[in-house]
């Protein structure tokens, strides 16, 4: 049992912040919001003292420690690593534009979609099999959906335009020491955009654990849009433009990034059912 | 026994008298076993809900919002039964040592 430690003062509102905070990151969003509401309840009691919540309840780390099923919260915390660990190399990949190791079997390009397709089996396995839905669908999940897919949508777009022979073709031949702002702006959109959006999909991944799973659907979304930036970047830096590669680049590009993006909107639909 | 067990006892005793809301059950078991706080004896609470021992209710609190009653169930009685024999067995293989 837990001994009293030195108590550190906290007010309700700190004490069932903290609290909530640690209960959501540990259990299942209905079992984390039941002992939420039961701690409310506690905490608010008149009888109780204020300056002794600590004393009394004990941390509030440690009250959600002794409510967690460890071995589910550590298997938790590996699937956690290795899905944050999947972004960290997507972000990286977007901002250095090459991976630090190579395999001869396959080009880097495709290194951004092994990661998605990993991210995507073993979240959607763990969270359709654990993972809780908590009420009805959020509206800033729908909107931040709607920012993704439209950031997505977008920056495949413009793609589509700068990979275009003719666009490639008027530029290389007329100019070819500058780099037209169209470029500049397909540079920035998907180094830019890969970082940020494996920044969003970790914050997908926490809020699927911590409140409602169908938050998930942000994090492949963002996911798929990461990598589709990944493949771009490592695709562009690898190939070098002559007439060959500028004729054939935008149908070699876009017939592997379509059903790419087609698998992460099918992996965004089965998150959010 | 180990003080878990004795807590288990307790709580299961304490529910064996009438219905009570959180508060009412984590105090007296606090104030009997003063270096034990009240989230691990919550988490035992919640542990005997989950094993199906004891059960919860909504139910006007005084004045106040709702509060959560717990219930002991048949079978949280059928385990006070056989704690208490444990109880009883221990209590006496102590006293057979001359502990008062």
């Given at each position: 049992m837990m001994r009293a430690k030195k108590a550190r003062p906290l007010t309700r509102e700190q004490y069932l912040k903290k609290f909530s905070r640690a209960v959501r990151w540990r259990l299942m969003p209905q079992e984390s919001e039941e002992a939420i509401s039961d701690y409310r309840e506690l905490i608010f009691q008149e009888e109780r003292d204020e300056s002794k919540l600590v004393e009394e309840l004990g941390e509030p780390v440690q009250a959600a420690h002794l409510l967690t099923d460890v071995k589910a919260y550590r298997q938790w915390l590996k699937i956690f690593a290795v899905l944050a660990f999947g972004l960290f190399l997507l972000a990286k990949w977007a901002w250095?534009?090459?991976?630090s190791f190579y395999f001869?079997?396959?080009?880097?390009?495709?290194y951004p979609v092994w990661v998605m397709a990993v991210g995507l089996a073993l979240s959607l396995y763990w969270f359709r099999r654990y993972g809780q839905k908590n009420g009805p669908l959020s509206k800033r999940l729908v909107l931040a959906l709607v920012v993704v897919l439209a950031f997505g949508a977008g920056t495949m777009a413009w793609n589509w335009y700068v990979f275009d022979s003719s666009f490639l073709d008027s530029y290389v031949e007329r100019y070819p020491l500058i780099i037209p702002w169209q470029v500049i702006l397909q540079r920035e959109l998907i180094i830019n955009g890969g970082m940020i959006c494996a920044l969003i999909a970790l914050a997908g991944l926490i809020l699927a654990k911590c409140?409602?799973?169908?938050?998930?659907a942000l994090y492949t979304l963002a996911v798929t849009v990461a990598a589709v930036c990944g493949f771009i970047i490592f695709f562009c830096r690898s190939i070098d433009i002559g007439y060959a590669v500028r004729s054939s680049a935008q149908s070699y590009l876009f017939a592997r990034l379509i059903p790419i993006g087609a698998a992460g909107l099918i992996g965004t639909g089965v998150a959010l059912c | 026994m180990l003080k878990k067990d004795l807590l288990e006892l307790c709580l299961l005793q304490l529910l064996d008298g009438g219905d009570k809301y959180g508060y009412e059950v984590l105090t007296p078991l606090r104030a009997a076993f003063p270096d034990t706080q009240e989230s691990a004896i919550y988490a035992l609470l919640r542990g005997l809900g989950k094993s199906g021992l004891t059960s919860w209710y909504m139910a006007p609190g005084g004045g106040g919002p709702d509060r959560k009653y717990y219930r002991i169930t048949s079978a949280g009685q059928a385990r006070l039964e056989e704690m208490r024999d444990q109880w009883r067995n221990m209590r006496d293989a102590i006293a057979s040592f001359g502990v008062e």
């Open positions: 250095m534009g090459h991976s001869s079997f396959a080009d880097q390009w495709w409140y409602d799973r169908r938050w998930l | -």
